[in-house]
């Protein structure tokens, strides 16, 4: 398996400008989580979906934060407009089943930097 | 919501030794996994271990559950070790994994 896989790597933007951020998850994984990570905050979960479904987003920042999950292979994390504070590395991972239980494997991330 | 505490903050090493990490956290938990974050950010799942001891390689860890504890043991060390080393855990009654601070290793040659 190719693992979860994210797009782009590096993303630069200037504030105000929408940013796409991509994610697939690994095939048969039910479970997709975005986290962001800051030398501030360290590691912090931003949102999670079950079977397709947003099951907790109360980790996202505001309302210019958005997520979607159309189907079991794809995810969107959409930063809209976008400011320096937004600024980070955002990995997604999955896992099998609930965050209850299963191992929970990382992309790679996007290093965002908003100008 | 749980606290999640890892030491050593920081840990330097020669090539060889060998060392612990712990976490320490606040509640009871369901879920508890080992992340090791290489200097080029990628983040590797090490261990998934709620309770009892696993062994991968040189690496092993140990939860006691009861004690709300976990420790990562790292043998004969390796420049490759060196990133940050990151507890998650899930309290039994949440939804979601906490992150500690982590532990940040320096493996020298």
């Known amino acids: 398996d190719a693992g979860v896989i994210q797009s782009p790597r590096h993303e630069v933007t200037e504030m105000g400008q929408e940013v796409t951020l991509r994610c697939k998850p690994i095939s048969g994984h039910n479970s997709l989580f975005w986290y962001r990570q800051t030398m501030m905050r360290g590691l912090e979960l931003l949102i999670y979906f079950n079977n397709n479904v947003p099951i907790d987003d109360s980790g996202m920042p505001e309302d210019r934060f958005s997520a979607k999950m159309p189907n079991a292979s794809f995810s969107t994390l959409k930063i809209q407009p976008s400011e320096p504070r937004d600024s980070a590395v955002y990995f997604c991972?999955?896992?099998?089943?609930?965050?209850?239980?299963?191992?929970?494997?990382f992309g790679s991330g996007t290093q965002l930097s908003v100008l | 919501g749980i606290q999640v505490e890892q030491s050593p903050p920081d840990l330097i090493l020669q090539e060889g030794a060998n060392s612990t990490l712990r976490c320490n956290f606040s509640d009871s938990v369901n879920n508890l996994q080992w992340f090791h974050q290489n200097p080029w950010g990628q983040l590797i799942n090490l261990f998934y271990?709620?309770?009892g001891t696993k062994q991968n390689g040189r690496l092993s860890a140990t939860t006691v559950a009861t004690e709300r504890y976990s420790l990562l043991y790292i043998s004969s060390s390796q420049t490759t070790d060196s990133g940050v080393y990151f507890c998650?855990?899930?309290?039994?009654?949440?939804?979601?994994?906490?992150f500690g601070e982590g532990t940040q290793l320096t493996v020298n040659p």
């Open positions: 991972a999955s896992s099998f089943q609930s965050a209850d239980r299963g191992k929970l494997f």
């Open positions: 998650a855990v899930k309290e039994t009654s949440g939804s979601r994994l906490t």
């Open positions: 271990i709620p309770s």
